[in-house]
């Protein structure tokens, strides 16, 4: 059984980001594979089997896919086409499904549960659905038993027990427990690794059309706030002064 | 232009975002259905009619008692192909959005998702969304039909309900398609306010730890005290956040430290929230912390530290200690709401 990983790679989370011609630059802030993607790696390495890091993308797609074989993923394949520039999720599901599928023999799928670049948090159960399998998203853990699996998934409400057949897509969320480091070890091999190139011919599709077209990118409008610090005597009176400046917002 | 809303709800209770996407679809124009599909869930249909819908759509089915994914979407794509409405909302709750991104790959179009402002632009939806955490915005449309949107909660404002009122009930046969995966069962989170809704939200990051007067028991472990210390920190915080109605948050360094449960959590790898009134305690104002609560309208701070980044972003400040200033905030605020 073979058990594949979907990672990707995003500028890191404390990059300050500024709109430049109706495009996002992050200077010169290093990219990184995406935090959430690091569960999900975790996640398949806990399973048996060989598992194997995917990423559709350019050169700096490696720096993802080194990552997950530091960690310890056996093999790493990148998707890479010129005509897959500008991909939406769905775009993305279609090209993620179509390698799963000449990968072969695949029974578990890992994502993250969101890409912190675009935030979309689709792509997980978009590729669930475009491979007909079930989707156990936002999972806590994970139990498989033969050819059964059991997830405790978080949702907003509490915590829901599903039980589905294999093969199955997951997601993670960050209660599944902490991702582990890449060890010396396997930083060396990882930095050796011959990492195979796909591209639509090898995998014998056309590139999807996409759907989501983006008009445009802004910064946000400055927040116009001037702090006013509450300051003097004991804490009992800056107290009452706070309380005083929160009853004037109306809020409450 | 024919609107559906999809009314998203945990065992026939309603999320909140569902009645904000009504108003949503109202202020766009056009005629408004509201699509309800699970088991035991007439009174959605009611309240959809109160908060606006002109139809209801009610879908009905054993299948749909518990909510799977898989199987909404097929009810809920195989309803769209028939009716072929021109635009389909959803409230980004975990459901809502994965049901929009079947719906989607179904439908063969694409999702806007977690959408905070809309417009026309001549028969399209020109959406604006957060991306990179908020720290940058995208505009954004749907180039197939149905566009599909899902609209991030407290975003939209929801419209006042009108008791008695009523419309076209038309209840619709769902396909409910294979079943792919069952629900065993469900733990409620425990009680309280949840963060996502909340108008006030009260948070604590790794200050909550730091109160040398308190000695903790005797025979815990350096560590075991630290969170022992932090969780009478946090006690504190619960407290005011019951005076105000609100839910309690936290940073990622509490919650990592074992402080508070990740459901605590508010950022970038946590909740993203934006009540009308956000207090950080003990909470340095890391970027990855502002990301997820840099929208609340009216945002304190307290903390020991003048120069802590939060106060940046805050419109009241107190440079002290939270131990000492949270228990009189709450007298103080105890005694002004009653
Ligand atoms: C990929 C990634 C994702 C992340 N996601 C998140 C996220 O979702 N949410 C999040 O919060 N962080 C996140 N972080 C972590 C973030 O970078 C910070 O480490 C974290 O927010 C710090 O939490 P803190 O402010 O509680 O702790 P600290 O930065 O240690 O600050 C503690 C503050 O408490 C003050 N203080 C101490 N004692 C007292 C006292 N007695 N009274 C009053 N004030 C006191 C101090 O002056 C200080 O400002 C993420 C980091 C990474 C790399
Ligand atoms: N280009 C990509 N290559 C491989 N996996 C991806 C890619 N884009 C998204 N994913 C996976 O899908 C998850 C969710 O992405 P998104 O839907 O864009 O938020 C990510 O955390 C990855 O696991």
Same mark, same amino acid.
């Given at each position: 059984m073979k058990i594949v990983v979907c990672i990707k790679e995003v500028p890191d989370s404390a990059a300050t980001l500024v709109a430049e011609d109706g495009q996002a630059s992050w200077g010169d802030a290093p990219l990184v594979i995406n935090p959430w993607d690091e569960y999900a790696v975790e996640a398949a390495l806990n399973q048996e089997g060989d598992v194997i890091a995917l990423s559709i993308g350019g050169e700096d797609s490696k720096i993802a896919l080194k990552h997950a074989l530091a960690m310890g993923c056996k093999e790493a394949i990148q998707v890479s086409d010129d005509a897959l520039s500008n991909m939406d999720t769905q775009a993305t599901a279609k090209v993620l499904s179509a390698a799963i599928q000449k990968i072969g023999d695949v029974d578990m799928a890992f994502f993250g549960r969101q890409a912190i670049d675009g935030d979309a948090g689709l792509t997980p159960a978009q590729t669930a659905r475009v491979l007909g399998w079930s989707a156990l998203t936002l999972a806590v853990s994970i139990a498989v038993d033969g050819d059964t699996v059991k997830v405790?998934?978080?949702?907003?409400?509490?915590?829901?027990?599903?039980?589905?057949?294999?093969?199955?897509?997951?997601? *993670?969320?960050?209660? +599944?427990?902490?991702?582990? +480091?890449?060890?010396?070890?396997?930083?060396?091999?990882?930095?050796r690794a011959k990492i195979p190139a796909w591209d639509l011919a090898e995998l014998g599709i056309e590139a999807p059309a996409t759907t989501v077209e983006v008009v445009g990118i802004e910064n946000p409008p400055k927040r116009d706030v001037r702090v006013e610090m509450i300051d003097g005597g004991s804490p009992a009176e800056i107290a009452e002064k706070l309380a005083e400046r929160i009853m004037a917002e109306k809020i409450l | 232009m024919k609107i559906w809303v999809y009314i998203d709800h945990f065992k026939a209770d309603a999320v909140s975002a569902s009645w904000e996407a009504i108003g949503a679809a109202k202020a766009l124009g056009g005629d408004v259905a509201a699509v309800v599909l699970g088991f035991g869930v007439e009174?959605?249909?009611?309240?959809?009619?109160?908060?606006?819908? !002109?139809?209801?759509?009610?879908?009905?089915?054993?299948?749909?008692?518990?909510? #799977?994914?898989?199987?909404?979407?097929?009810?809920?794509?195989?309803?769209?192909? !028939?009716?072929?409405? !021109?635009?389909?909302?959803?409230?980004?709750?975990?459901?809502?959005?994965?049901?929009a991104g079947m719906v989607a790959m179904d439908l063969e179009s694409g999702v806007l998702v977690d959408v905070v402002a809309m417009?026309?632009?001549?028969?399209?939806? *020109?959406?604006? #969304?957060?991306? +990179?955490?908020?720290?940058?915005?995208?505009? /954004?449309?749907?180039?197939? /039909?149905?566009?599909?949107? /899902? *609209?991030?909660?407290?975003?939209?404002?929801?419209?006042?309900?009108?008791?008695?009122?009523?419309?076209?009930?038309?209840?619709?046969?769902?396909?409910?398609?294979?079943?792919?995966?069952?629900?065993e069962g469900y733990a409620e989170a425990g009680g309280g306010v949840s963060l996502t809704d909340a108008s006030v939200i009260v948070s604590g990051g790794r200050g909550t730890s730091n109160n040398p007067n308190l000695t903790a028991p005797d025979g815990m472990s350096e560590d075991e005290a630290e969170i022992w210390r932090a969780q009478q920190g946090f006690a504190l915080i619960a407290e005011l956040a019951e005076t105000l109605g609100a839910a309690v948050g936290a940073s990622r360094a509490a919650v990592d430290a074992n402080y508070i449960p990740y459901a605590n959590q508010v950022g970038q790898t946590g909740k993203v929230v934006s009540p009308d009134l956000y207090i950080a305690n003990g909470i340095s104002g890391a970027i990855q912390h502002l990301a997820g609560m840099r929208n609340s309208k009216v945002i304190v701070a307290i903390n020991k530290d003048a120069d802590a980044p939060i106060f940046k972003f805050a419109r009241y400040g107190v440079v002290g200690d939270l131990h000492e200033i949270v228990p009189a905030l709450n007298e103080a605020m105890k005694a002004r709401l009653g």
């Open positions: 405790e998934r978080s949702i907003e409400e509490g915590r829901e027990t599903v039980s589905a057949k294999l093969p199955a897509v997951f997601s *993670l969320v960050k209660d +599944y427990g902490e991702p582990r +480091y890449p060890s010396f070890m396997g930083i060396r091999k990882a930095s | 009174n959605l249909a009611n309240s959809a009619f109160e908060y606006g819908a !002109d139809e209801v759509l009610l879908g009905q089915d054993a299948a749909l008692e518990d909510f #799977r994914v898989e199987n909404y979407a097929t009810a809920l794509s195989a309803l769209a192909s !028939d009716a072929t409405p !021109d635009l389909l909302l959803f409230p980004t709750t975990s459901r809502g959005r994965e049901l417009e026309m632009d001549g028969d399209k939806v *020109l959406a604006t #969304r957060p991306i +990179y955490a908020g720290k940058l915005l995208q505009k /954004t449309v749907c180039n197939a /039909t149905p566009q599909i949107v /899902t *609209l991030r909660g407290r975003a939209f404002e929801k419209p006042e309900a009108e008791s008695g009122r009523s419309g076209t009930l038309t209840q619709v046969q769902v396909t409910s398609g294979d079943e792919k995966s069952t629900v």
